[in-house]
């Protein structure tokens, strides 16, 4: 996948714990640890929405780009 999610690294600098940043947003545990380890494939605006309000961030600090074709060309 390119697009990497950063949610952990964010919550470790903020010092909020999945239980509490799931209390806060409005989503269930689980569905928020699925979004924090990547094994997710979407996610809805108005939580991304949530998540950046709560953690005082931005899109780009939980979301971030990596170009397969670079990343595949460096392991030839």
């Known amino acids: 996948m390119a697009i990497i999610l950063r949610l952990d690294r ?8 999945l239980k509490e940043l799931s209390e806060k947003v409005g ?17 809805r605006f108005s939580t991304l929405n949530e998540i950046c ?6 899109p780009g600090d939980l979301l971030e780009f990596e170009n397969e ?3 595949d060309s460096e392991t030839d």
């Open 10 to 17: 964010v919550m470790a600098d903020r010092k909020i714990s």
């Open 27 to 43: 989503i269930a545990n689980v569905n928020l640890s699925k979004i924090k380890t990547g094994k997710i494939s979407a996610i």
């Open 53 to 58: 309000r709560v953690l005082n961030c931005q």
């Open 69 to 71: 074709e670079k990343a």
